[in-house]
């Protein structure tokens, strides 16, 4: 299957593909409002990366820039999603050569794994501290959920870790790949 499935010409740009789509869901937890909401009454929320917005009568929003750990969870996970944005450069430089190189196709699998780490980081650093930063702000008040934008985030964290396992596999297969095994008759 390995074999078929990376000499096929349409198959061998799955991972890119994926890799793509992977970048896709890092622009939405990005630009994406979700990231944590609350509906309680008298307050309701609701925040991004970059800003947290409560309305008790009217709408005032915070940056998140001016605490630390709002600089922090949004520098690591920005890191973590360029670094997704170049190993999705050097996949398609190297499934659009013809013959695959593949200490080159470890390195991105390498590569995905280290961005897998800066978004984790940022990810949970942002959950914790803005949990922690809610319940000191409004104490017994304020139930908020983790909504949807940060639900992109840790997709993609995880297929950072999914590609990473494979793009770090596939050479395990080289021969299969290149068709330089002799063929097998039971």
């Not at 299957?1 to 349409?10: C, E, I, W």
């Not at 509906?39 to 940056?63: A, D, H, K, V, Y």
């Not at 999603?81 to 080159?104: D, E, G, K, Q, Y």
Request: aromatic share 18%; with cysteine; net charge neutral.
């Amino acid at each position: 299957m390995v074999q078929y499935g990376l000499d096929y010409t349409r198959c061998r740009w799955i991972l890119p593909l994926l890799l793509g789509l992977a970048m896709i869901f890092g622009i939405i937890a990005l630009v994406g409002w979700g990231w944590v909401y609350s509906e309680t009454r008298p307050f309701m929320q609701q925040g991004s990366l970059w800003r947290l917005c409560t309305e008790q009568e009217e709408w005032e929003c915070i940056s998140l820039m001016d605490f630390a750990w709002g600089k922090a969870a949004a520098a690591t996970f920005f890191v973590g999603f360029v670094i997704i944005v170049i190993c999705f450069a050097l996949a398609i430089i190297a499934f659009a050569i013809p013959t695959l190189r593949f200490n080159f196709i470890r390195g991105i699998g390498g590569l995905c794994f280290v961005a897998a780490v800066f978004s984790l980081m940022g990810l949970v650093i942002y959950a914790v501290m803005v949990s922690k930063y809610l319940r000191e702000t409004y104490p017994g008040v304020i139930r908020n959920q983790l909504g949807w934008s940060y639900g992109f985030g840790w997709t993609m964290c995880l297929m950072g870790i999914g590609l990473g396992f494979f793009f770090c596999c596939l050479p395990l297969y080289e021969d299969h790949i290149l068709g330089n095994v002799k063929p097998y008759y039971a």
